[in-house]
């Protein structure tokens, strides 16, 4: 065993617990299912634990665990609704009900697990969430599901409770959900290209449904996704999500839930590049520390001391941890998803060009997320750089179609906005009451799809060549002749030279020459500037779909612009330097 590890482990989970006690405690009756059950697995992990301050404290007096996992059971109970599932957002949701259910398993192959019969208080739990999941089971294997992942996640349930309380139909149905396929993308992402559903639902249930069912197959994808996210973690203990196409797009997602994955996969498989994914994320905060208490409890490969490493050694801090080669290469591309990494002199570029089509609309489930390049040296970090183009508000440069020659990324998308004419004499009502349609930017009544069209056009192609330390980029426009705004967002912390204050905006704009954003030792310089002007307006504009509905996708930091005509070409340089330079 990894003594230091599961140490480490063990007093977060409990300092984790005993702040719960202490500050949430009383409001476990207005919880849902999901945060209710995730409470309950976290007492029961530390009640089981040899070495926990909480261990056996069924009956400590009021310091003890037997009435907040009693109130848990209760709310979890109440929740439960006639079919067995549990009601939330979603209502009575199969998939929604499989969270709670998969974290219900894992508490009772706990108790189970015991060398000695449970005492009662653990013997009351075990009773309860019995019964919870006898009475989901057959709405369990009926039920459906609404996005890519849940279908994995809702197999992993069934078969974790299959093994559990074996019922006649639960493995035929694992199996028909997984005669599908499993939805891996060939360079190992996952349809949705989501670290969040990645680290959260997929893997953990593929790993459940090949521990469970004896599909020791399905570990081959996982195998596949971690190697895929080896070269897109970052530094700074996050990893790269703004290729997915779900709410992760517009977060930095952290990389700690990642770490029982790889240490999982790096035992098993002995793999030298896993261990030293797994050795660095050990070294960032812990990721619901109890929950991987529980995990390593029952799965051998997370005990284990990681290939190269003595049990009693432990993870050094993060910062005296380099990343493996796997983890930084020099270049790196998900070309399903559009974007590309390199790596030089200090700095690390990002280029994404893999937005999906905007059809519906604004919705979940697309990659939509306009920035299409990031760019860090050291401690400073430009976290978003976006075009806005002031054309017929259709809101910012997502590229159409992206080609990479080695460190060099094009970009490109053409926009077109109709004008319309008077309707064929065949296709006039007498009524006045035409056909509703959209049209691409707002819906009319006007039979849009009859009518003849005066059509405008803006073609935008940005090159990007990244290396040496520096991205450097060409943008050009043809077509309409407008105002465009480059828009780059810095993450707070640092100063800025060189720019001229929006007044009453918060936000910056560079009017000459090259600006400078530095933090601590680490600075960006970007530019140069243009001259600013009454028909260059220095803003950002998310685009028509998101304004009607009063919304936006703005990002958020320390936001600098330079802005210009949709003329002919401009350059623009981003270089990493030594603040002090």
Not at 1 to 14: K, P
Not at 36 to 64: D, N, Q, W
Not at 67 to 82: H, N, S
Request: a negative charge; charged letters at 20%.
């Amino acid at each position: 065993m990894d003594a230091a590890f599961l140490n480490r482990v063990g007093e977060a989970a409990d300092q984790s617990v005993q702040a719960l006690l202490e500050t949430h405690d009383a409001d476990v009756a207005a919880l849902a299912h999901r945060p209710a059950m995730g409470r309950l697995l976290a007492m029961v992990t530390v009640f089981t634990e040899p070495g926990s301050r909480f261990y056996g404290a069924g009956f400590h007096g009021s310091g003890g665990l037997r009435e907040p996992m009693a109130r848990c059971l209760d709310r979890l109970e109440q929740l439960q609704g006639p079919t067995g599932l549990f009601d939330g957002t979603n209502l009575c949701s199969p998939p929604d009900s499989a969270f709670t259910l998969n974290d219900v398993c894992l508490a009772l192959g706990l108790i189970r697990a015991l060398d000695t019969p449970p005492d009662p208080v653990l013997a009351e739990v075990d009773a309860r969430l019995s019964g919870i999941v006898s009475r989901a089971t057959d709405a369990m294997v009926a039920g459906g599901v609404h996005t890519p992942n849940h279908r994995w996640e809702l197999c992993a349930a069934l078969a974790q409770m299959d093994r559990l309380q074996p019922q006649p139909g639960i493995a035929e149905r694992i199996s028909e959900w997984l005669a599908e396929g499993i939805d891996q993308l060939p360079d190992g992402m996952y349809s949705e290209r989501s670290p969040l559903y990645a680290t959260a639902v997929t893997n953990p249930s593929l790993l459940a449904i090949a521990d469970s069912s004896g599909r020791p197959e399905l570990l081959d994808h996982v195998r596949r996704n971690l190697t895929a996210f080896l070269p897109w973690f970052s530094p700074d203990g996050s990893v790269e999500s703004v290729f997915s196409r779900r709410q992760d797009q517009w977060m930095t997602f952290d990389a700690a839930p990642f770490l029982h994955l790889y240490r999982r996969m790096a035992n098993q498989d002995g793999r030298e590049d896993f261990a030293a994914a797994a050795t660095w994320l050990e070294g960032l905060p812990l990721h619901e520390p109890a929950k991987l208490l529980a995990l390593a409890r029952l799965d051998p490969w997370l005990r284990e001391a990681l290939p190269g490493r003595t049990p009693a050694e432990g993870a050094p801090p993060s910062s005296d941890i380099s990343f493996h080669a796997a983890m930084a290469p020099a270049g790196a591309a998900l070309e399903s998803c559009g974007v590309y990494r390199f790596r030089g002199a200090g700095t690390v570029a990002t280029v994404f060009g893999g937005c999906d089509a905007l059809e519906p609309g604004v919705v979940s489930g697309l990659a939509t997320n306009p920035t299409f390049l990031r760019f860090a040296y050291g401690a400073a970090v430009l976290t978003d750089l976006r075009l806005s183009r002031s054309f017929f508000d259709l809101g910012p440069f997502r590229s159409q179609h992206t080609v990479a020659n080695g460190t060099a990324v094009t970009l490109s998308e053409e926009l077109e906005a109709n004008f319309y004419l008077p309707l064929p004499a065949q296709k006039r009502r007498a009524d006045g009451i035409y056909a509703l349609e959209h049209e691409g930017r707002f819906s009319a009544g006007m039979d849009f799809g009859s009518r003849p069209t005066v059509v405008h056009k803006l073609a935008t192609d940005i090159a990007v060549q990244a290396d040496g330390g520096q991205a450097v980029l060409d943008v050009s426009f043809g077509g309409a002749d407008t105002a465009f705004a480059l828009e780059l967002t810095f993450r707070p912390g640092g100063t800025l030279d060189g720019v001229v204050p929006l007044g009453g905006t918060g936000a910056f704009q560079l009017v000459e020459g090259m600006g400078r954003y530095g933090v601590g030792g680490d600075a960006i310089e970007f530019g140069p500037g243009l001259p600013a002007g009454p028909d260059t307006p220095a803003a950002y504009n998310p685009g028509e779909s998101y304004r009607y509905l009063a919304g936006t996708n703005a990002s958020g930091g320390v936001r600098v612009y330079i802005t210009g005509r949709t003329r002919g070409s401009h350059r623009f340089t981003l270089r990493g330097v030594p603040r002090d330079s």
